[in-house]
């Protein structure tokens, strides 16, 4: 069964960091594309971040350019977002969600999110 | 970036109606849409991707059909445990862009 679990979110200050993860578990984590996608409280699914196999490509929302670093470690089946320079309108639930290797991949697979407050 | 204009925002339906949704894309998506069902709480859940291949054990009430431009999600036959809101999403351009979503509830 396919599992994804994050992890590390919380409240925050805006201007302030944050680490987010994503365990994997039930697939071969390494043969899949990654992404992260957030919902703000009752609005809706913005895609933030995609990192491909083998980590080539690597894309971001024009929103979170520059403040966010997704990457990966096939070692440890972990998917990571690195958050920086936070503003409020960064709150939100963050979901890692897996993709297919095709050219045209859609989310098969979410995980439950992780709740990323950014409040002073 | 490709613009999903998702149509009705919500929805009101009695037991056993059909309804339907849809889904305008601002250019030609070729197919490449799928629909997610969420419910209060929980993630989003795959139901169909390239216009209208089910996803496997989603029951055959729920169907999708389009081309171009236009798409659209059916239920029939609405059962309670429908409740819960629709996104679109295409898949063939890059970013990825969601519908801003139908809230389905009982009348």
């Known amino acids: 069964e396919v599992q994804l679990v994050e992890s590390g979110g919380g409240l925050v200050q805006p201007g302030r960091s944050l680490n987010l993860s994503c365990l994997a578990s039930?697939?071969?984590?390494?043969?899949?594309?990654m992404n992260w996608i957030r919902q703000a409280p009752g609005k809706g699914l913005e895609w933030v971040a995609s990192?491909?196999?083998?980590?080539?490509?690597?894309y971001y929302a024009d929103t979170v350019k520059g403040r966010f670093t997704i990457s990966r470690d096939d070692a440890k089946n972990t998917l990571y977002l690195q958050v920086t320079s936070l503003r409020s309108e960064d709150t939100a639930l963050y979901y890692c969600?897996?993709?297919?290797?095709?050219?045209?991949?859609?989310?098969?697979?979410w995980g439950q999110g992780v709740m990323v407050t950014v409040s002073s | 970036d490709i613009q999903m204009t998702q149509s009705p925002p919500s929805l009101s339906a009695s037991l056993g109606d059909k309804v339907t949704i849809t889904c305008q894309a601002s250019?030609?998506?070729?197919?490449?849409i799928a629909w997610y069902q969420q419910k209060p709480g929980k993630a989003p859940g795959l139901l169909i991707h390239?216009?209208?291949t089910l996803v496997s054990g989603i029951p055959s009430r729920f169907s999708g059909s389009g081309s171009g431009r236009d798409y659209s999600f059916s239920i029939s036959n609405v059962e309670s445990e429908d409740i819960a809101t629709y996104y679109c999403?295409?898949?063939?351009?890059?970013?990825?862009?969601f519908g801003g979503g139908t809230k389905l509830e009982l009348k």
């Open positions: 969600a897996r993709h297919g290797n095709n050219l045209h991949y859609y989310f098969d697979y």
């Open positions: 039930g697939f071969t984590f390494s043969n899949y594309g």
């Open positions: 990192v491909s196999s083998g980590s080539s490509y690597i």
């Open positions: 250019q030609d998506i070729n197919k490449f």
């Open positions: 390239y216009t209208s």
């Open positions: 999403l295409q898949y063939d351009f890059s970013p990825r862009t």
